[in-house]
């Protein structure tokens, strides 16, 4: 059973609006629609989980209707918190693998979900990753530092896992940025998935805007 746990909890802060951005309509859709969308769509997801908090509850439950979606996990004030929300929620299903989204990156491929899934059943863990093709440079104290860029890559989700991995990297606790950092601290290997560049965070309000762009062709776009 291949489970993906779509996460909508965070606050959304830096987007400055007055709802979390995951729920911002955009083209007569919420944000977290449009993965949600791709993941009943997709046939090697047998599952969904939506982690988000308690007070969206009823606005979750009124846009979603599908045999697929498992239930509705309340969230934590972070994102790992979260993540061990669902798993704890999904001990009574014993899944073998999850496959865990960032509800904020919402045009999510079924191309993408299949393949971070196969590489994930080779190595025990896999991650959508984006080569990083501009300079890179690190600021302090208003001296610039530049970065090699070679072999360098962005980590973006779908990251998808051994059920039984995850919740290993997860039992003592810890906080952390996505679910490969403390998955490979046990030892595992993380293959690298190449993504595109559509699959983006909607973080900033410049970002709603291209979001709106794309969401006007979604679903011409394979």
Known sequence: MNVAILLAAGKGERMSENVPKQFLEIEGRMLFEYPLSTFLKSEAIDGVVIVTRREWFEVVEKRVFHEKVLGIVEGGDTRSQSVRSALEFLE????????????????????HVSEVLRRARETGAATL?????????????????????????????????????????????????????????????????????????VTFKEDLELARIIAREWERIP
């Open 92 to 111: 009574k299903f014993s899944p073998s693998y999850v496959l865990v989204h960032d509800s904020a990156r919402p045009f999510l491929r079924k191309k």
């Open 129 to 201: 990753a984006l080569k990083n093709s501009d300079a890179l440079v690190r600021v302090e104290n208003d001296r610039i530092e530049y970065i090699p860029r070679k072999g360098v890559y962005r980590i973006l989700t779908p990251q998808a896992f051994s059920y039984e991995i995850l919740k290993k990297a997860h039992e003592n606790g810890g906080e952390w940025a996505d679910d490969t950092e403390p998955v490979q601290k046990l030892g595992v290997k993380i293959a690298l998935v190449e993504g595109d560049p559509l699959c983006f965070k």
